[in-house]
Nanobody
């Protein structure tokens, strides 16, 4: 049974930092692309960052590029999202997702991902 468990969400002030983690189990981790998405109520789930299978350069949404850093540890079956210089508009539920057999052009689409975590709330507020 595949499980993705996010942690690290919480309340952070604008300009601050937060680190999210996602622990994966039940899958051959290096063979899966891993991604972070976020969602606010009433809106569709949006792409944040992703790594393709077997390690590669990460891909980022333009809105987080230069502020967020995604890392992947195939030995520990984890991915992290380091969020720096956060802004009010970063407030959302953040989801970890996994997909096998995905190609680069699919990375940004939630429908391409087979497995999802339960989400972790990030609130940016002073």
């Amino acid at each position: 049974q595949v499980q993705l468990v996010e942690s690290g969400g919480g309340l952070v002030q604008p300009g601050g930092s937060l680190r999210l983690s996602c622990a994966a189990s039940g899958l051959s981790f290096p063979r899966y692309a891993m991604a972070w998405f976020r969602q606010v109520p009433g809106q569709e789930r949006k792409f944040v960052a992703a790594y393709k299978q077997w390690n590669s350069n990460p891909y980022y949404a333009d809105i987080v590029k230069g502020r967020f850093t995604m890392s992947r540890d195939n030995a520990k079956n984890t991915v992290t999202l380091q969020m720096n210089n956060v802004k009010d508009e970063d407030t959302a539920v953040y989801y970890c997702a996994a997909a096998g057999g995905i190609i680069t052009s699919q990375l940004r689409f939630p429908s391409a991902y087979e497995y999802w975590g339960q989400g972790t709330q990030v609130t940016v507020s002073s």
